[in-house]
């Protein structure tokens, strides 16, 4: 079932790619997409609250006069605030699903998912209590089945339901104390997004500036289309007739109609107990960690800035004086080696027989990168020669290998040092083709990130500069993109191919390197 | 630049997503209750009595001077039993025991009742002290319940006892 989900999402996402480029996707940055819309209920709540008066005549009156006397903007901010609500849970839905689709809730990942899990009860209970300052008939619905539904549980000892009896069981107070709530739970929830991206380094905070404002112009039309209004005013002595429920918020309601009490409070007590209990049921093999080699770092610090998991700190070099050393946690350690490919003692260019870095991968280690790469060029034949770096969780390489092309696949490609690239060039390639998961796509949140940023000179460990971009390809390619990638590795050869021999090419080409070590041919 | 393929995919894309939210916000709408049915909601929250025990002489004689009540009154409250019927038949019949550990805090239930609307003959009977047979407090009516109204059936000692409103 998990598989079908993935594949689901990935398909979905591929498609998405094509409107929004993954930067922009809302599939791949739900986590994001859930903040922003967050921040957008904070701010339209809180000028709500500023017009809002909590006595027990004033509540209904006050909420209405926005959205028929102020329309233009108590309206619209009322619209927006339940709109973007809507949205939020939505997307809230959507990220726990792709989460659970990818199988992120294993591992060091279990920290995430079990943070996840008290913010969904936190949202519904916000959520539901805000749509009964209103005060109208959906409201009187939503609190007397709610109570009823709170009264199944031992904890009142008068049924709460008995304050939503009669009109006069209603008191000013009351309308204090659930604003109250459904501002104090914000800021709970708030406290528990912080705890929830604690252990992840450069957390996408925020999506991008496209998203937010295509997201906003959305919220902001359909507010103007169809403006959130109050129903009649309560009247407890009357059933409300039909209500205009919303769903995403309230559906409980109906389905305990349906069901029973004890029916819903079991499922809900019952997938909590799942969901918490997910991450441990499922089998997980943990991958062997980052390993820093303390002759080899000096302290600069590239490897923290670049985990995805902020599983590195610096702290006192044991042997070196003055200087930092790299520490990893292995609790939190992905196993992913973007810190091998940020650390510069990563360069292959190093005269070592063996090559030893700073901070090291033991399933596949920066040394055995360089064997595979040498092996590799001597024994292709024919021109252009190309070397391929792909990574095991995008588009398969192996397919790719030819007499002329070698395949290199990464268990990430940040862990490819850039100077890996320039090595390449300078012991016998033409050309040299990097391909991962499409943006956004990487298994290891920042992988295609970091390694587009360092192949175009934005971000340390950089690509030298005398390193011809013209002999470079990056192609973002998915597993499902197999097709898409040998196509651009085609057209990648055909180009360097006829610039083989052309005179720019003999004056762009670096020069050819031979590492002094030892050789024993 | 974007090209106009994707423009075209986001805007309907961006279209969707509002429609499902918008749609959803507010429908298919929700009917809890059938046009022609009335609630009614029997929520009851009172104190059973406590059954004291006359102290006997020699039982007084043995206590010391300053704490010789006549009366031995135990913490707990008593059960409260409760009959209801509903047009000469018994819609619901319960007994309610006190809250707290000690057994010394309120009786309480509550429950809703759909019927038909139009006229009904209710009749109340609770009980707030088990040991005695009978019910002392009696409430019986002829109703009449408009489609969708909400009657409930209370109890307040200090405003004679129970009461439909
Ligand atoms: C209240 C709404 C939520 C918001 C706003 C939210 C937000 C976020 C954000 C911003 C990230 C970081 C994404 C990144 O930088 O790559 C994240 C990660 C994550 N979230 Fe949530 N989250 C919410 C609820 C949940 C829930 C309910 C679950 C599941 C029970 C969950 C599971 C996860 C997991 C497993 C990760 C880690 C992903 C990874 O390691 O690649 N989240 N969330
Ligand atoms: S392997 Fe990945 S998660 Fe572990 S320390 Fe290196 S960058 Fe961080
Ligand atoms: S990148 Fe390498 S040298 Fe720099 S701190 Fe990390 S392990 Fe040490």
């Avoid at chain 1, 996402?13 to 209920?41: C, K, M, S, V």
């Avoid at chain 1, 992988?447 to 360092?454: A, K, P, V």
């Avoid at chain 2, 006190?98 to 109340?124: A, C, I, M, N, W």
């Avoid at chain 2, 609770?126 to 909400?150: C, H, R, W, Y």
Wanted: glycine residues 8%; contains cysteine; proline residues 6%.
């Amino acid at each position: 079932m998990r598989n079908t989900a993935q594949t689901l999402f990935q398909r979905s996402e591929e498609a998405f790619d094509t409107a929004f480029d993954g930067q922009h996707n809302p599939l791949r940055h739900l986590g994001a997409l859930g903040l922003y819309l967050l921040w957008l209920i904070v701010a339209s709540g809180l000028y709500l609250y500023t017009v809002l008066d909590t006595g027990i005549n004033q509540v209904y009156t006050s909420i209405n006069h926005l959205s028929v006397e102020q329309w233009y903007l108590g309206g619209i901010l009322r619209s927006v605030h339940r709109y973007a609500s809507d949205a939020f849970i939505l997307v809230m839905m959507l990220h726990l699903l792709r989460e659970w689709a990818y199988g992120r809730y294993t591992g060091f990942r279990f920290y995430s998912w079990l943070t996840g899990i008290p913010l969904i009860w936190l949202v519904f209970a916000s959520g539901i209590g805000g749509y009964w300052i209103v005060w109208d008939q959906l409201a009187q619905f939503s609190a007397t089945a709610t109570t009823e539904l709170l009264d199944w549980l031992p904890i009142f000892s008068e049924p709460s339901a008995r304050n939503f009896l009669t009109p006069e069981s209603i008191s000013d107070r009351f309308f204090t104390l659930i604003v109250f709530i459904h501002l104090g739970i914000p800021i709970l929830l708030i406290l528990g997004l912080w705890a929830h991206v604690h252990r992840i380094a450069s957390v996408d905070y925020l999506p991008s500036r496209r998203l937010m404002t295509g997201t906003f112009i959305t919220l902001l039309l359909l507010s103007l289309i169809k403006p959130a209004l109050s129903d009649a005013p309560a009247n407890l002595a009357q059933l409300p007739a039909e209500l205009r429920i919303d769903w995403f918020i309230l559906f409980l309601h109906p389905l305990t109609d349906l069901t029973s009490p004890a029916v819903i409070w079991w499922s809900l007590f019952a997938s909590t107990a799942l969901l918490c209990a997910l991450p441990f049921l499922h089998k997980h093999t943990p991958a062997p960690v980052a390993v820093v080699d303390g002759a080899n770092c000096n302290g600069c610090r590239r490897c923290l800035a670049d985990c995805p998991y902020a599983a590195i700190t610096m702290e006192v070099h044991p042997t070196r004086h003055g200087f930092k050393i790299a520490v990893v946690d292995p609790d939190l350690c992905a196993g992913c080696g973007i810190c091998a490919g940020a650390c510069p003692s990563s360069t292959p260019f190093r005269s070592q027989e063996t090559l030893v870095t700073g901070i090291d991968m033991p399933q596949q280690p920066v040394n055995a990168l360089r064997q595979q790469l040498e092996g590799a060029l001597a024994a292709l034949q024919g021109t252009p020669r190309i070397i391929v770096f792909g990574c095991d969780h995008g588009a398969s390489v192996a397919s790719l290998a030819s007499p002329n092309t070698a395949a290199i696949s990464l268990m990430c490609t940040g862990i490819l040092p850039p100077s890996f690239v320039e090595y390449a060039l300078r012991t016998g390639a033409d050309g040299v083709l990097v391909t991962g998961c499409r943006s956004g796509g990487c298994e290891f949140r920042l992988g295609d990130h970091w390694t587009t940023e360092r192949l175009t000179r934005q971000r340390e460990p950089q690509l030298r500069g005398t390193v011809p971009a013209d002999q470079i390809e990056l192609v973002w390619a998915s597993a499902n993109d197999g097709a898409t990638l040998a196509a651009a590795l085609t057209e990648f050869k055909t180009r360097i191919g006829t610039q083989i021999g052309t005179q720019m090419a003999l004056t762009n080409r670096l020069q050819p390197y031979q590492r002094r070590t030892p050789h024993h041919a | 630049m974007l090209k106009p393929a994707a423009i075209i995919g986001q805007v309907v894309l961006y279209g969707a997503f509002a429609a499902f939210i918008g749609y959803f916000a507010t429908s298919p709408t929700y009917k809890q209750i059938p046009d022609d049915v009335s609630l009614i909601k029997l929520s009851i929250s009172h104190l059973g009595e406590r059954n004291c025990r006359k102290r006997t002489p020699e039982e007084l004689e043995k206590m010391p001077r300053n704490m010789r009540a006549p009366l031995d009154c135990p913490r707990e409250r008593s059960d409260i039993k409760l009959e209801v019927d509903l047009d000469g038949k018994p819609l619901y019949q319960t007994v309610m025991h006190p809250t707290g550990v000690y057994k010394d805090g309120v009786s309480t239930t509550y429950k809703r009742f759909e019927l038909k609307s139009g006229v009904h003959q209710l009749s109340v009977r609770m009980s707030d002290n088990v040991a005695v047979a009978g019910f002392p407090f009696v409430k019986e009516a002829q109703i009449t319940l408009k489609p969708a109204q909400v009657m409930v059936i209370d109890f307040n000692p200090d405003k004679g006892g129970l009461f439909f409103r």
